[in-house]
């Protein structure tokens, strides 16, 4: 059996709530994704459930907090979409820990909303735009994009599509 | 000495036990010296109950007594089609128990289904303390990896009603690479193929030494060795109709017949090319003279009959590999699990596909047994530990407003894990919450499995925006889940180990301990001396009362129901008592335009029609300003947009009805 020092579970037990994934892993923050599996292999061996059968009830408690929460660590870090949004919570200094569900939507999110619109407007009009497509009806379209770029003038994904009809336009014509 | 702990296979046709005794692994043989037993219970006359090979010879003369592939109806409602489709086929009453439970009425008792298994369990147990003269208390039971939380709590009630301290509800693909890498090592990624009597699994791990990392498992509890057999009776059921006008499917003895033989067959056909299938009798005419069946198949034939259902294994395997990010070429090793395995085309198609022979050096009938009994010996401490770290097999999911199901914990996450989600009500000075709690995939909240629902009254009533209650989800080691609803405010909470469709709680369990339902199992311990007699009539001959029906009893502490039909999802504006929940504390309703809609466009466009028929067509050419994203009811909000990718915006103003006939300047 993996036996392990209680005092250490009840340490890391309490201070678990300050400690970010890295540290709770014991890795870098540059960590590789072996290295990542690796230390998630190690923790295992010391909290999971199945390691600490012997251990007197509070002791387990104890461990199955810290192996659901070395889970999640993992979890977040083994997944590259989810590790990046969580480097960019972190860094902001707002919180430790991070969804699961949470981290996979960061990014989707951005994704649609370059992809979609970022405003209410903005969406509504390139909406409006792809309905006219879907009719051939290239002229509307690029003039429901004119009008969601006014809502959203940096929006790369509107900018490319107009790009993209305004291009298609002037080979029909 | 190390306590005794057992590793239980509990099969859909076959369940074999295990054991690591003195450093040795063994296969625990029964009284006739086999190594697995049938996983049916027959119900004598006298109250009394046998199991396993001989249980099972006794369908086909009293099929309404002997209960067979109980495991295809554990931890089901009563409304599944497993259900309906075992209502059609099976001799046995299956009725329909309180909150949606399923019972199997034998003469004037009923039985649910963890008793029923907690029987075959029962058995395996008497069979190691037979073996080993010693008192057997302690488990690993396997169950297919795909088991959602309803099938494997169930299975381990069915422990507990067998008597048995359920050590650990393992998955069976991962107890098989257990039984294969345990102490050996290895580094390897290795797939697990594992075809049972009525399900498929795919698991594939990642072996470091004696960590085993699942990373990605999929399956198909709707597939198995029974279908194969299913193919041969269609064919020879079809043949019987054709030549005799009758239909044999209606006949359960007849049907059972057909059966039987058609399962001989297939398994003939491993070792053969050929097989004669010959009946002398299937029914008798009204003249008297007996109506046979004889009939040649060739292994050929019977691979252009099952073709299909081994091209829908593939797509499963297909599905695993892209979640574990891996392709074939990545892996070391194929390990085959399961009788249907032994089949040649079975094998073919495997070596084709992963472009690799499989390994088959374990009985593929044992080695699920095997890992169980490493598992359990490791975790009384009889032998050095081996980690294994498995994953959720399903997505974990909440109801929210409008029906559907926003998943907080997804397949494939690894266990245990815990992740806590904030929520808020539906309307302002809500008194209570329904919390509904499913596993699937769907986004539609009725096309999941409910696992289970409660109230939760014990927050700080207000204003929506001022609502907050966390609900948290774990999911166990078993896979099992458990959820618990709170308030920070006012520090009340509420929880529930969720467990519906066994339909039993706590104290019903207990009573089945108490009356010990699986004390009727009566296990051989000497193989009946000459062939010809009838079976020898056991030694101990431990007559259990009859014992009353159960006791319905108040319900249970969830109230389970049938997944609720869509509800209309505009709702009056009138005090709402009790309704689902609304996220906050995300980035809203961007949230829901990212969760796909497989397969459900219908059902949405037709959501779609309906909402809007009743919401106010909004002016094109002035979109109101969007709303307070936080305080978006999503109640009240209309799905405006469905797009080709399956992708639809669920907001309020920020798009016009979609109503075909609005031209837009």
Known sequence: MATIDPLEITALARIMDELDYYQLLHVKPEASASEIRQAFHASSRHYHPDANRQLAADLREQCGRISKRITEAYCVLRDTRR?????????????????????????????NSER?????????????????????????????????????????GFKAMLDELRARLKAAS | MAEIAIGIDLGTSNTCVAMMQNGELKVLPNAFDERTSASVVHFREDGTVEVGNSAKAKVIHAPAHTICSAKRLIGRFYFSEEVKKAQAICAYEIVEAPNHGVRIQIRDEEFSLPEISAMVLREMKQIAERQTGEKVTKAVITVPAYFNDNQRQATKDAGRIAGLEVLRILNEPTAAALAYGFGMGLNQRVAVYDLGGGTFDISVLEIGKDVFEVLATCGDTFLGGDDFDDRILDLLADDFVGRYKINPRNDPYAFEKLKLASENAKKQLSIDDEVLIEIPSVLIGEDGQPMGLSRKLTRAEFGMLVQDLILRTFKVCDE??????????????????????????IREAVTHYFQREPRTDVDPDEVVAMGAAIHAASLVGEVQDSMLLDVTPLDLRIGVAGGLAEPVIERNTPVPIEQT???TTVADYQESVQIRVYQGDHRLAEDNTMLGQFEFSGFKKGPRSD??????????????????????ATGEQASTTISLSSGLDNDQIERMIEQDVAGRVVTADAPPAPPTSKLA??????????????????????????????????KPSAVIPVTPLVPVAQDDLDDFDDLEVDGELEILEEELE????????????????????????LDTVAVSEVDEDGFFDRSGNDLSAPDPDQKIG
């Open chain 2, 320 to 345: 695993a590999l892209q979640q574990s990010d891996l392709t074939v070429r990545d892996l070391d090793g194929v390990i085959l699990v399961g009788g249907p395995t032994r089949l040649p085309m």
């Open chain 2, 421 to 423: 989600r904030t929520f």
């Open chain 2, 467 to 488: 609502v907050r209650i966390d609900v948290t989800f774990e999911i166990d080691a078993d896979g099992i889940v458990s959820v618990t609803a709170s308030d920070q």
């Open chain 2, 610 to 633: 309906q909402l809007t028929q009743t919401r106010p067509q909004a002016p094109v050419a002035a979109p109101a300003p969007a709303p307070a994203q936080a305080e978006i009811d």
């Open chain 1, 83 to 111: 590790r990046k949004a969580y480097d960019a919570k972190r860094s902001e200094g707002t919180s430790l820990r991070i969804q699961l569900a949470e981290a996979r939507q960061a990014h989707s999110t951005q994704q």
């Open chain 1, 116 to 156: 979609r619109g970022a405003t209410a407007q903005g969406r509504q009009y390139h909406a409006k735009a792809e309905t006219e497509l879907k009719t051939g009806n290239v002229a509307a379209a690029i003039r429901h994009l004119q009008m969601a770029l006014t809502f959203e003038a940096n929006n790369v």
């Open chain 2, 537 to 570: 009539a056991p030694a101990a001959k431990a007559v259990a009362p009859p014992r009353s029906a159960l006791p319905s009893g108040p319900a249970a502490v969830l109230a389970p129901t049938r997944p609720a039909p869509a509800q209309p999802s505009v």
